[in-house]
């Protein structure tokens, strides 16, 4: 799967690793960007085209898959994260709810959507953007954990559905990066550019699951023991 001459379609390109994925298509020679945001600016780039997208929402989505029927490459990207004190907090059902909505539900939603449009087009690729919190559950991001580890599941169930019309997928996963996200948060962060770079140079390897840094690597490394106490998070501050 080549990145240059594609179409590639990013929810949540507003801002952030969205954007990054943008320019960095088209920095590989896409042939078009579809900017999937909530609320569309008048802000021009050439080569992005802002499109109004509610991952929450099927008849926005509906609209949208009529809008960029020309998609190759789909990049599951919207999410949000929402803080608890604890797992102990009575807020938590209903933050994991909120959360849930975008970032497990939204991303069947577009999959499922997208899917018949990418096995017309000749297969293409679909990213679905994951982090280390998969595998690593902070108390106060732990809602935000369960919903990337639901993700992570569905996106190995999605693979295996689509490898039937030559759609490849990929999970990517990352720790903290340096985005609106984290922004007054102290912590190593990675540049969201990077990322999107070492996405795409995996669906052009035809790779199933790239790790964006030092600190995922190691968390995956330590799933088949017990996680050590030696592994050091960044911490939030």
């Not at 919207?78 to 709810?97: K, Y």
Request: glycine share 6%.
């Amino acid at each position: 799967m080549k990145t240059q001459d594609s179409v590639v379609f990013i929810s949540g390109a507003s801002r952030g690793l969205g954007l990054a994925f943008a320019h960095e298509a088209l920095d590989r020679g896409a042939k078009k960007v579809y900017a999937g945001v909530r609320s569309p600016t008048e802000a021009k780039t050439p080569g992005i085209i802002q499109v109004k997208l509610d991952v929450t929402d099927p008849a926005s989505i509906a609209a949208v898959v009529t809008q960029c029927g020309d998609t190759t490459v789909l990049v599951n990207n919207a999410g949000i994260a929402r803080l608890t004190s604890s797992t102990l907090d009575p807020a938590m059902i209903d933050i994991a709810r909120d959360v849930f909505e975008t970032n497990y539900y939204g991303m069947i939603l577009v999959s499922q959507a997208f899917a018949p449009i990418l096995a017309k087009n000749g297969g293409g690729a679909v990213i679905n953007v994951l982090s280390d919190a998969t595998w690593y559950a902070r108390p106060m991001l732990a809602a935000y954990s369960a919903s990337k580890s639901a993700a992570w599941s569905f996106t190995n169930a999605l693979r295996i559905d689509l490898r039937n019309q030559k759609t490849l997928v990929l999970g990517l996963h990352v720790g903290f990066m340096d985005t609106d996200m984290t922004k007054g948060f102290e912590m190593k962060k990675i540049n969201p550019r990077q990322v999107a770079e070492a996405a795409l140079t995996g669906i052009e390897d035809n790779k199933e699951e790239v790790l964006a840094d030092d600190f995922t690597r190691e968390i995956k490394r330590s799933l088949c023991n017990e996680q050590p106490m030696y592994l050091n998070p960044p911490e939030i501050d």
